[in-house]
C-alpha cells in the first residue's frame, strides 16, 4: 500500500517498554517537538531534521518481530518528542495496527487540533496526555504552550469519548502544592473520558545529556521528590496513581 512508504524521523524505537500505557508494549519516541518543557528529558528529540527516517512498513516489521511479548493488554505507543508534528505517518501506521488487532496509544502534549491530527485520533485507542501544570501561567512559563490549548484537546477527546490518561510531571517547588493537585483533581472529574491520571515523579537522569548536548537544564538544582512523599499523595489524592 502506498501509505505503509510514508516516512518520518523517529528518535527511537523501544520493543519492551512497560511504563508508557497498559501492559508490555513497543515505544515509538518520534522526532521533533514545538515545546521547551522545562523539566523535558529528551532534548535530543526537540530537532524535527534529526533522528533516522524510517517508513511505516519498516516498523510494522519491527513491531511484529515484539508482537508475541504484548499480551493480552500490551500494543503500540507512540511517544516523543510530539507526535502529532508527524500525524499523517502514524494514522498510516495506526491504522495498520488496527487492522492487525494491536492496540494503539499515543502519548502527546496536545498542542495541535486539526483534521490532520483529528485523522489519526480516530485510529488511537489511548490517549496519553501529558497536563503539565494547573495554572495558565505556569502552563506558558515551564512549557512554551498555552494550557487552553491542552484544554482544547482535552476537551475534543471527551466529545470522541476516547479513552484518556492525564500524565502529571510532580515536579517540587513547580507544581507539587495541594492548590494544583486538587485543580488537576477537578480537571480528571469534568472529563468523563479520563480513566486516571499518573502522577510521574520529576527526575534529573537526563542532566548528562544536555551537559552533552551544550544546552543547559533549567532544572539542573530542582531535587528529585522522594518516593514516601509520592506516596503521601496518592493517599491524600486517591484519584492520583
Ligand atoms: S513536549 Fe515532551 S519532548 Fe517536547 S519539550 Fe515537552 S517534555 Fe520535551
Redesign the pocket.
Known sequence: MLTHSLTARIHSFQSLGTVDGPGVRAVIFMQG?P???V??H?PD??DPKGGTPVTVDELLGRIERCRKYFGKHGGVTVS???PLLQAEFITALFTALRARGIHTALDT?GCILNDTTKALLRVTDLVLL?YKYTNAEDYRRY?GMEQATADRFLSYLQEQNIPTWLRYVYIPTLNDNDTSLTRLCAVKDAHRCVEKVELLPFRRLCIEKYDRMGIPFPLRDTPEPPPAEIDALKQKFPQLQ
Open positions: 517537538c515545546l521547551r518543557c523539566c523535558c529528551n528529540t526537540w516523543g518528542g510530539e502534549s501529558d512549557t
